[in-house]
Structure formats: C-alpha cells, structure tokens
C-alpha cells in the first residue's frame, strides 16, 4: 500500500510554544491531505481537510488560527500548533488521499504524540 | 449529518473464535466504505467496498457491503491473539475523500 510518513512522532513541549507537524506522502501525489486528533480509546475525530495550494477547509469547532495548516506541494502537509496549552495534548494523525481507481481511499500517517508540559 | 455506527463497541473472545463487526452507515454522497485496523499507532488499511454483496477476502478477513440496507460486516475467523485492536468503519463521500469514522470496535482476543 501506500505510505505516507509523519514527523515526528512524539514531542513534548512547554505550554505556550508552538510545534510543527509535517506530513508527506512518500510515493503518490496527494491533492487533499487530512488531520484528525485521537484521544484515547475514542475514534477519529477530523480536524480539518488540507488541498494543495488552498487554504484548508476546517470542521466546526476547530480553530484554524490555533491549528495552522499549510499544503505547499503534493506532497507534503504541514500543521502547526500554536502557543500550546496542556488540553491540545494529544495524538494527531494525518491521512493523504489516493485517488486511484483501484484503491481511492485514504492512507495514514504512523501519528504523532503531542504532550504539553 | 453524516453517520457512521459500528456494534458492538468491545468485544471479547477466545483464540479460535469466529467474530462479525457491524458498521451502518447514513451519508449523503456515498463513495465507498473502508475497513481499518488500529493497534497501538495509527491505523492500517484493510477493506476498500463499493459494490453490494461483493465479498473481500484477505486470509482470515473478509468484509461485505449491503448498500440498500446501508451496513457492512467484518468477519474475522479463527481469530488469534494478534487480532487483538480496534476496527474502525469509515465512509468516504464524494466531497474529494472526506471520510467520516465510527467510534470503532475494540476486539480482544484472549489464548
């Protein structure tokens, strides 16, 4: 299957700084590139969706100035956490979308643990 | 509002057992359902199903599609301990991949 990598995996950081998330995929072109935050034993929950070369479309209740989110190229989405705080602790996963016609479904990324100290 | 249920939540079973997972579904634009598998990390890809009654096999796994009654199973025999994560159901719509998860199914198996 395709693979798509996260960066990076963990990061603990102190309450009031702000932490990069990168998210690429490694052998196709991923024209929409997803973020959701997992908090334990609970399912996926979608932040926001990333189209290269717009501007990211957010769900309710997400806000975008705090989670930044930047598709610069087919390749790699970035989402970046700005001036932490202790309850944004938590693990992030992106996903990027195959549109192929034998696969069409999203692959993710290994995630990454955010602690806010 | 999109929805996706999956039953039972927790599950517990025996290695040997044969177990089915449930996902319906009610979404606007249906594309297609994905089955995934989480362990400790992030999830893995199992099942992509768009047709009904096509069954998708891979070893010991096998998912089916029922688009008039809108659900899906996943069926896992001779289940082992390494079966042991949660099962995420998942439908994309038409809105250039969104999905949309259930709250997944924890399944244990014990030796």
């Known amino acids: 299957g395709a693979v798509v990598s996260q960066h990076p995996s963990r990061v603990i950081c102190k309450s009031g700084t702000s932490v990069k998330i990168e998210c690429r995929s490694l052998?196709?072109?991923?024209?929409?590139m997803f973020w959701y935050r997992q908090f334990p034993k609970q399912s996926l929950m979608l932040m926001a969706t990333s189209n290269e070369g717009s501007k990211a479309t957010y769900e309710q209740g997400v806000e975008k100035d705090k989670f930044l989110i930047n598709h610069a190229s087919l390749t790699l989405s970035t989402l970046t956490v700005t001036s932490a705080h202790p309850e944004d602790s938590s693990f992030y996963i992106c996903?990027?979308?195959?549109?192929?016609?034998?696969?069409?479904?999203?692959?993710f990324g290994p995630g990454t643990r955010l602690t806010v100290l | 509002e999109d929805k996706v249920v999956q039953s039972p939540l927790s599950l517990v079973v025996h290695e040997g057992d044969t177990v089915t997972l449930n996902c319906s579904y009610e979404?606007?634009?249906?594309?297609?359902l994905l089955w995934y598998k989480q362990e400790k990390k992030a999830p893995t890809f199992l099942f992509m199903l768009?047709?009904?009654?096509i069954e998708k096999k891979s070893g010991r796994l096998s998912s089916i599609l029922d688009k008039k009654e809108l659900f899906s199973i996943l069926n896992i025999t001779a289940t082992q301990t390494g079966d042991s994560a949660i099962y995420l159901c998942a439908v994309l719509n038409t809105n250039a991949g969104k999905s949309t998860f259930g709250d997944g199914t924890t399944l244990t198996v014990k030796p």
């Open positions: 052998d196709f072109q991923a024209t929409t």
């Open positions: 979404v606007t634009n249906f594309r297609s």
């Open positions: 996903s990027a979308y195959h549109r192929d016609p034998s696969t069409d479904t999203q692959y």
């Open positions: 768009t047709s009904s009654g």
